[in-house]
């Protein structure tokens, strides 16, 4: 068996040993005799591993007890509809449009009331994080909503934008659990967590209790309340229970790291590695204003189509595998998450080398 360096934005690469243990409780999951794919949601096995689940995520991002940890599905996406249907009391929210995600957001948000774009960096293709020390925050504002770390663009916000004192809600989809955050700063946050936590079909919301109420827009489905799912500790209904298990592995497999201080080191360590040679690099660039990049997702190009093309195509036969770029951005992406190892990054960054030399 041969396994990838695998670079994919997401669904993404999971930690061998998470994969691995899971594969030795496949068909026995620990004396039960079944996999936990074919067990009750509400048998004590599962109720278990999604509480030690909840458990090990408060830990490790250090959640308040006036916070809800909810485990949803339908994707983050999801999410840009449940949000204004929640939260949009006076029907009006400011968004920060940073890339295709949080348009999105904005966009379906708007649905549902008045969305004030309050800043933007569609200007130069999203490739930076506007100021967002005094935005003019509207005063009815119910909430002012981010997308965090921009997967598509490889852009991240390293400071919070000012709101005001309006609530902060965060797509964190693709940077959750890559660094501490202080939780007590937003109202929501939320991700889908297959980028760096788990497989597809999990979405885990953090949201403050407050917001938690029956006073939802009208014609909202009981199953796009926060509250049906809080009331029910994420049991309403049949939750996403394989992929709950696997994230209750991941989060044990980042305790056992040394929690988000120790990831964000070795994430800081990998990004370096491959930002410092993209600078001093004569073939390729990177597509990012500096203090904005992302730690998680690196976007780069060498300025020519085939060249990009050619070298993903090489990439691939090296065992570098989902290089190319999204199709907006073209060129090339490195998503270097949690589960990708430094030695992952350098081998990119000596095949980059190699390809430079051959190709210059
Ligand atoms: C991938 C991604 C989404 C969309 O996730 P789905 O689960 O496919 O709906 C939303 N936001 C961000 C930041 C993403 O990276």
């Known amino acids: ?80 509809a449940m949000i204004p249907m929640n939260l949009m009391k006076n029907r009006v929210a400011d968004y920060i449009v940073t890339g295709q995600w949080a348009k999105k957001a904005a966009d379906e948000a708007e649905k549902y009331g008045t969305v004030n774009r309050i800043a933007s960096s569609a200007d130069k293709t999203f490739s930076y994080i506007p100021d967002c020390s005094d935005l003019p925050v509207s005063e009815d504002a119910d ?3 981010i997308c965090e770390n921009n997967t598509i663009y490889g852009t991240k916000f390293k400071e919070l934008p000012n709101t005001k004192g309006k609530t902060l809600v965060a797509d ?50 009981t199953m796009l309340k926060y ?60 597509t990012v204003e500096k203090k904005d990049r992302s730690l998680m997702n690196v976007p780069f190009v060498t300025g020519d189509k085939d060249l990009d093309a050619k070298f993903v195509k090489e990439a691939k036969e090296a065992g570098l595998e989902n290089l190319k770029g999204h199709r907006t951005v073209g060129g090339m992406r490195a998503s270097i998450y949690n589960a990708m190892p430094y030695e992952g990054v350098e081998a990119l960054v000596a095949f980059m080398k190699k390809f430079e030399e051959e190709n210059a």
């Open 143 to 145: 909430y002012v909503y």
């Open 172 to 221: 964190v989809s693709s940077c959750f659990l890559s660094e501490p955050v202080d939780v007590t700063k937003y109202g929501v946050i939320y991700g889908g967590v297959q980028k760096n936590i788990g497989p597809a079909g999990v979405v885990i919301v953090i949201i403050r209790e407050d917001l938690i109420t029956e006073d939802v827009l009208p014609g909202t489905p």
């Open 227 to 286: 509250k049906t799912h809080a009331d029910a500790d994420s049991l309403y209904n049949t939750p996403p229970a394989y992929g709950i298990y696997i994230c209750g592995k991941v989060f044990k497999w980042l305790k056992k790291m040394g929690g988000l201080s120790a990831m964000k080191e070795k994430n800081e360590k990998k990004a370096k590695l491959l930002y410092d040679f993209l600078d001093e690099s004569k073939l390729f660039k990177g």
């Open 1 to 80: 068996m041969s396994r990838v360096y695998n670079f994919s934005a997401g669904p993404a690469v999971l930690p061998e040993e998470v994969l691995k243990e899971a594969a030795d409780e496949m068909l026995d999951y620990r004396g039960t005799g079944m996999s936990v794919m074919e067990m009750s949601h509400r048998s004590k096995a599962f109720e278990t591993i999604i509480q030690e689940a909840e458990a090990d995520l408060r830990e490790l991002m250090d959640i308040p007890d006036n916070y809800k940890v909810l485990f949803l599905q339908g994707g983050a996406s999801q999410q840009f």
